[in-house]
């Protein structure tokens, strides 16, 4: 697997705490066939020690079409200016597409593994999109119910 440096976040506006950060990989592409439908998923590692986040460690599994409502969501909170997706590549999926050039290509998929990557540590860098509650869910939905953890100190 290729690996992309994404910086992790270094926080420093002033709701976080000396040495804050938020560090989340996008990675483990799966292409999955469902009948005649196919699509690729990716896993979503999530690292942080900000108290707004309920764990400090979690991993989901989101399709390019998540990502896509995460930033409808978060575009329509007053305060939060969204980053630009990596582009759907409608070219790509058209019927008399060849399966060299199409979606499902390793290079198509690590291209926007990449670009989803980008997009969502510019998400999480965001200090308006850090308490939406439509990112805690696409980030970490096992702990929807779960109260933020205490600051440290």
């Given at each position: 697997e290729a690996a992309v440096t994404v910086p992790a976040c270094r926080l420093s506006h002033s709701m976080a705490h000396e040495g804050a950060?938020?560090?989340?990989?996008v990675c483990?592409?799966?292409?999955?066939?469902?009948?005649?439908?196919r699509y690729t998923d990716y896993e979503v590692r999530v690292r942080t020690n900000l108290p707004m986040f309920a764990l400090p460690e979690s991993s989901v599994r989101h399709r390019y079409s998540a990502f896509s409502r995460l930033r409808e969501e978060l575009a329509r909170e007053p305060k939060v200016s969204v980053p630009e997706l990596p582009s759907k590549a409608i070219g790509r999926?058209?019927?008399?597409?060849?399966?060299?050039e199409g979606i499902?290509?390793?290079?198509?998929?690590?291209?926007r593994r990449k670009?989803?990557?980008?997009?969502?540590?510019r998400v999480a860098g965001l200090p308006a999109a850090q308490n939406a509650r439509c990112l805690h869910?696409?980030?970490q939905p096992q702990a929807s119910n779960r109260s933020p953890r205490s600051p440290p100190g």
């Open positions: 950060f938020i560090e989340i990989d483990n592409p799966q292409t999955h066939v469902a009948g005649r439908d999926q058209l019927p008399w597409t060849s399966e060299k499902f290509t390793d290079a198509f998929i690590e291209e670009g989803l990557e980008i997009f969502i540590n869910e696409f980030l």
